[in-house]
């Protein structure tokens, strides 16, 4: 099983300003990456597959990178509505499996 | 625009069967290149893999849950359900019914419906 860890668990920051959020797996899993975004009371929404596709009706401001094992998801100017929590997901290898996620607050 | 919608109860007994459903709606279960799938969220916690399975009745397995589990699929009814058999308080989670692109992310999830796992 390849195991997701996200880091940091949880990460403040201002309004207006980067968010940097990384995931990493055991294994390598080419880019067979997601992001997805978890607000409070709500389903994760897909955000960016293929660890760097935005998925449609997210701006710019969000972006993904990375490749192999180390990935990486970046805000580049938080607004209200991005404090949520972040989870990766690996679907390269079955079982798919699931970070633990980042929780990015209001600093 | 694809909805899927979870159902069933939201009390289940320790040692009993968790059974839900999830209808689809917007798009047809039978669409290739799609698997229909269940995750779950514990209380506080991260997301779980429970299984997927295709139109044609291939499934997949969590192999940590695998033998208590069961996903079957009812194209007539644009519906499917999952099993999970003799459940302890661990499994007291949000479960998520889930549309997974084939070897890929998931696109479209259910509302969630939370599950309670009490005597």
């Known amino acids: 099983e390849v195991l997701m860890t996200q880091s940091p668990a949880t990460l403040s920051v201002s309004p207006g300003e980067r968010a940097t959020l990384s995931c990493r797996a055991t294994?390598?899993?080419?880019?067979?990456l997601a992001w997805y975004q978890q607000r409070p009371g709500q389903a994760p929404r897909l955000l960016i597959y293929?660890?760097?596709t935005r998925a449609p009706g997210f701006p710019d401001r969000f972006s993904g990178s990375g490749s192999g094992t180390e990935f990486t998801l970046t805000i580049s100017s938080l607004q209200s509505e991005d404090f949520a929590v972040y989870y990766c997901?690996?679907?390269?290898?079955?079982?798919?499996?699931f970070g633990g996620g980042t929780t990015v607050e209001i600093k | 625009q694809l909805q899927l919608q979870e159902s069933g109860p939201g009390l289940v007994k320790p040692s009993e069967t968790l059974s839900l459903t999830c209808t689809v709606s917007?798009?047809?279960?039978?669409?290739?290149?799609?698997?229909w799938g269940w995750i779950r969220q514990s209380p506080g916690e991260g997301l779980e893999w429970i299984g997927n399975?295709?139109?044609?009745?291939?499934?997949y397995y969590n192999p940590s849950l695998k033998s208590r589990l069961a996903i079957s699929v009812d194209t007539s009814k644009n519906q499917f359900s999952l099993t999970m058999r003799s459940v302890t308080t661990a499994d007291t989670a949000v479960y998520y019914c889930?549309?997974?692109?084939?070897?890929?992310?998931?696109?479209?999830w259910g509302q969630g419906t939370l599950v309670t796992v009490s005597s």
């Open positions: 294994h390598s899993i080419s880019t067979n």
């Open positions: 293929g660890a760097s």
């Open positions: 399975i295709y139109h044609s009745g291939g499934t």
């Open positions: 889930a549309r997974q692109a084939v070897a890929a992310h998931i696109d479209c």
């Open positions: 997901h690996q679907y390269d290898t079955w079982p798919d499996t």
């Open positions: 917007g798009g047809s279960i039978g669409s290739t290149g799609y698997y």
